[in-house]
């Protein structure tokens, strides 16, 4: 026998009489949506509201739109879930199966394992002075704010296996795995006598426990236990279920693979739906009136107990009209399938033949040879209606059908389209208005046999089909299609209307009504909506940016509410708000709050006697009963659930969090949480001080914030739904602390720039008059007739010149590559190496400019030669990253200060070594550069440059084939200075040669004659 599974929910009533009407809104959510598995064996809202779903799968958390999921991964200690709770500080604990509980606060898990095997039914009491104890074996663990602990209170001869606690009363129940019960006293535990031995299951919400008795003659049984009294509550045999005393709150059960509901403070029964399996007598506490979560063995299941009911396709399919009878009798008329009729407790096909042999009769007398089969006698079309005389008449395909005390009439043009496609009630002249293709009639109910055809055959209108039709409060008939027109039936004169107020093109009209006000509305395809102004005789057009696809019906829920259908659900307007400022939406319900139609159908509503709106729609048929809707909404609650990609607590906030490494930047993922949600969320932020205008809306949950200065700043979030004149939030607050590096300011870049521009200047500033002063010098030895030796001294004093532009671009291309690639913090470190480098080349520059003193007067010291040489190959490195590694190395027996050289008389050769040699060279392998310097005596000094490149040869055959063909001028200048220096008295030598296994080698020899 199936167990029977109590949902503790105890929300809305039923009764003696099980109700076999209408089902109850149901909605799944299963892996697809993201649950983490289908098979849910626990579930928790918290005080926050969001919905904790415990899986075989692991953990879900569902903020009514979106799942997200842990596991073992983020750190369970097991993937199975078998009970959740919220302690008093609003840490959630996780009961993972014979393993232990984990602690979550919204960022980490803290797990809590247990020695012993845990049983599959212990779990996790909360107490009223906040202390957490759970059934262990035998023992009564409590937890002491750091690990579970022996209860010093409570031992069992036998394993406990479930704890019972009633808050208001603060009364402690065990129940051993003998099913003997237990009480905590004054005089400590006490046996109870009246619930051992009997009980099958039990589970406790709202301050009573609610027990299920071991089956006895196929006799089920419930009682309701508040602590001193056991009260009888609900009997369940196979042939009756019956409610014997009412219960205080909404009860939840299952049977015969049926769920069952029954409604607080009432006797009656109703099934909620079938094939759901419920897994098990599941503790949940009441949180709505409205709403019901159920566990199932497929999937979370949301129920929507008030408001709504619908009939499943399988039992009324494809239902395009409703009417009622004088008896209350409902008719659906479905398209191409036979009519329906419901007492109110039963669904029964109506016999086609009924009908179709009163079509087939009434061709036959008017000559129509296209006979109706069964099929064709089915194709019901919009809007049947019941007159003042209870006649019910029927749209279809052969004309209106009348049925009138169980029998059949049918009534039809006797020329051109036969087709009725909608109606509408004449109450002043007892009349039916129908539409066709392109030609109205009114038929007379007293005398039906008149046809009146009402179409102006040159009108527009009347070029296609007619879609719908509505009489004014005057009796003036309105008719929408291709385009609106008023039919005024005293002086048979048309008025069209094709353009409203405001410009916008009526056509494509679905639908015309009038509310109970006497106002007309109209509505088309495109989900343009529009009100008639008869004072200024034209249609105002409403809601602009409302709806973006077609309004499918209006109609009047009561004096203050309109009902919008629409692909995305049925919206409420109150007619207050809309009076007032033109807008005034307040609700919509969908399949995320009740209304599961896809799709509503065109004209699909009607009001029944009892003020009740049935809903046609492309699947299923609903019933909105006003009296049971709730138009307010819930504000949600907004929440951060991670910053910068890091999971942010949801308590114990810190109330400044400083940004991670230095970090200026960093995107927050934003969490909206409610159970009514019938659109998708939207977000917006604004940060106080920075940006103090709220941000436009999105629904993207991550907000990306960019480039904030240092300091501490506050962030503020909130959220809404969709555009809805009602929705609103909470707004959450952040307060966040930014320490980031000057080259992370928000104009870091741009006064980089500036200063990279402003630092070429200068240098340029420098060359050229640098180069200025080398021109009069030459002047000024030419105008005073020097001796030949000096004029070949200020020679080389201009090749020297042409040098120095030529080895500050080389720097200065280094550098820019280092900036124009964002290498922010590099570039700022090594503005101040340029500066020293600038530095000691300007003094080696001066040094040769200057035309006073001995030639060798304007050497320089090795050691800044070489300094220099450092220098320009760090900055290729830059440009290079990882492409070559170098070495210097000197002679141990050499004195760097006190050897001399004339200056850039290497850096050339370097310069070669590395662009022709090493980077030519594939970029996996990484170049070597090698440079020594070898003292052969006081006077002469050898300095050897050699790299691993691709040697000369094939530098040659490669710089050939390249389209930008550069040409090193470094080199060339070296050996004519070189050539002058030695007319003046040095002795220098360069020679270059392959390397043995492979690159270049080369030799300068720097000595005196």
Same mark, same amino acid.
């Given at each position: ?142 937890f002491n704010g750091k690990s579970f602990e022996k209860h010093p209170r409570y031992k069992f001869s036998n394993p406990i296996g479930s704890i019972f606690y009633l808050k208001e009363s603060n009364q402690l129940f065990f129940e051993d795995v003998n099913q003997n019960f237990f009480q905590e006293t004054s005089k400590g535990i006490v046996p109870v006598k009246d619930l051992s031995g009997w009980v099958f299951q039990a589970i406790t919400f709202n301050d009573v426990i609610v027990f299920e008795s071991k089956p006895i003659n196929e006799m089920i049984r419930y009682f309701i236990f508040d602590g001193y009294s056991l009260k009888p509550f609900l009997k369940i045999s196979p042939k009756q279920k019956e409610v014997i005393n009412t219960f205080k709150n909404d009860f939840i059960f299952s049977n015969d693979g049926k769920v069952y509901l029954i409604k607080a403070e009432s006797k009656k029964i109703d099934i909620v739906g079938d094939n759901l399996v419920l897994l098990d007598i599941i503790d949940q506490k009441s949180d709505s009136k409205k709403l019901a979560w159920l566990p199932t063995e497929k999937g979370l299941v949301r129920l929507t107990k008030r408001g709504f009911r619908q009939f499943s396709e399988s039992q009324v399919p494809n239902c395009w009209g409703v009417v009622q009878d004088k008896d209350k009798q409902f008719y659906f008329s479905n398209y191409s399938l036979s009519l329906q009729k ?76 036969? !087709? ?16 066709? /293709? ?138 207050? &708000? ?41 699947? /299923? !048929? ?145 060359? /050229?008059?640098? $180069? ?65 480098? $600038? ?6 520059? !001066? ?25 320009? &190959? ?67 000094? $050898?300095?050897? /440059? ?49 390397? $043995? ?13």
């Open positions: 026998m199936k167990k029977i599974f109590l949902l503790i929910y105890l929300y809305l009533i039923f009764g003696g009489n099980i109700s076999l009407a209408q089902d109850f809104p149901l909605w799944k959510y299963t892996p697809q949506d993201g649950l983490a598995q289908s098979q849910v064996l626990s579930y928790l809202k918290d005080s926050r509201g969001i919905i904790w779903v415990g899986t075989y799968g692991g953990l879900s958390r569902f903020d009514g739109e979106h799942f997200t999921n842990y596991t073992v991964k983020d750190g369970l200690l097991g993937s199975t879930v078998t009970h959740i709770l919220e302690d008093s500080k609003g840490y959630i604990w996780v009961l993972c199966r014979e393993l232990g509980f984990v602690r979550f606060d919204g960022k980490k898990f803290e797990q809590f394992p247990l020695d012993e095997t845990a049983q599959y039914w212990s779990k996790l009491i909360l107490l009223k002075n906040g202390e957490l104890i759970v059934s262990w074996g035998k023992e009564v663990l409590r419901y007492d109110g407790k039963k669904i029964e096909k109506v016999p086609n033949e009924l009908y179709r042999n009163v079509i087939n009769r009434t061709f036959l007398q008017s000559n129509i040879k296209d006979l109706a089969d069964q099929k064709s006698s089915n194709f019901w079309y919009f809007k049947p209606i019941r007159s003042s005389n209870n006649d019910l008449w029927f749209p279809s395909t052969h004309g209106m059908l009348r049925l009138r005390d169980d029998k059949w009439t049918l009534f039809t043009s006797p020329t051109g389209h036969r !087709l009725v496609f909608s109606q509408a009630y004449d109450t002043l002249r007892g009349k039916i208005i129908g539409t066709s /293709i392109g030609k109205v009639f009114s038929l007379n109910i007293a005398k039906p046999n008149q046809f009146e055809f009402l179409q102006d055959t040159n009108a527009i209108l009347f070029k296609g089909l007619i879609l719908c039709a509505a009489v004014s409060p005057k009796g003036e008939y309105w008719l929408g299609g291709k385009c609106i027109g008023r039919y005024n039936p005293e002086t048979k004169r048309y008025r069209y209307y094709k353009y409203a107020a405001d410009g916008s093109k009526l056509r494509k009209m679905l639908g015309l009504t009038y509310d109970w006000e006497k106002r007309l509305w109209a509505y088309d395809f495109t989900g343009g909506v529009y009100v008639y102004n008869e004072k200024k005789d034209s249609f105002d057009r409403v809601f602009k940016s409302y709806f973006n696809t077609a309004v499918s019906f209006v109609e009047q829920i009561d004096h203050r509410h309109l009902a919008f259908g629409n692909s995305t659900g049925i919206h409420i307007l109150d007619l207050s &708000i809309f009076k007032k400022n033109g807008n005034g939406f307040v609700q919509v319900f969908n399949h995320h709050n009740g209304y599961n139609g896809i799709e509503p159908n065109q004209l699909g509503s009607y009001r029944d006697f009892d003020g009740n709106i049935w809903i046609t729609s492309g699947t /299923i !048929l609903s019933k909105m009963i006003p009296s049971e809707l709730d138009y307010s909404l819930q504000p949600l609650k907004i929440h951060v659930l991670a910053i910068g990609g890091e999971r942010y607590p949801f308590i114990k906030q810190t109330q400044v969090y400083e940004l991670p490494n230095q970090q200026n930047s960093t995107t927050f993922t934003l969490e909206s949480i409610g159970d009514n949600k019938p659109f998708r969320s939207q977000y917006s932020f604004r940060i106080k001080g920075f940006i103090n205008e709220w941000s436009e809306w999105q629904e993207q949950n991550k907000i990306m914030v960019n480039n904030l200065p240092n300091g501490e700043h506050i962030i503020e979030f909130r959220t809404r739904m969709g555009n809805l004149s009602t929705s609103s939030s909470s707004v959450m607050a952040i307060n966040i602390r930014v320490n980031a590096p000057f080259y992370k300011y928000p104009d870091f870049y741009k006064y980089a720039t500036i200063t990279f521009f402003l630092l070429m200047v200068v240098i340029l500033i420098i060359a /050229i008059r640098s $180069i200025r002063l080398s021109r009069k010098l030459v002047s000024q030895s030419q105008k005073i007739g020097e001796q030949e030796h000096k004029v070949r001294f200020l020679q080389v004093q201009t090749i020297q010149a042409q040098m120095n532009p030529h080895f500050t671009f080389n720097v200065l291309g280094t550098l820019q590559h280092l900036i124009l690639n964002n290498e922010t913090q590099k570039a700022s470190e090594n503005l101040l190496k340029l500066s020293t480098l $600038i530095r000691n080349y300007l003094e080696a520059s !001066l040094l040769t400019d200057n035309k006073n003193g001995s030639l060798f007067s304007h050497e320089i010291q090795l050691s800044r030669e070489v300094e220099l040489l450092k220098m320009y &190959i760090e900055f290729e490195q830059l440009q290079y990253v990882d492409r070559f590694e170098y070495e210097i190395s000197l002679d141990g027996k050499l004195n760097t200060e006190n050897y001399r050289v004339p200056p850039l008389i290497l850096q050339p050769f370097v310069e070669n070594a590395i662009k022709h040699g090493l980077l030519y060279k594939s970029p996996s392998e990484k170049g070597m550069l090698l440079i020594r310097f070898i003292s052969l005596n006081e006077d002469t000094l $050898i300095c050897t /440059i050699e790299d691993n490149g691709v040697g000369r040869t094939e530098a040659n055959r490669i710089q050939t084939r390249s389209l930008k063909k550069y040409k090193s001028r470094g080199t060339e200048l070296v050996k004519r200075r070189v050539d002058i220096l030695n007319e003046m008295g040095y002795d220098i030598t360069i020679t270059v040669d392959d390397g $043995i296994t492979g690159g270049t080698v080369v030799t300068i020899q720097i000595g005196y004659k």
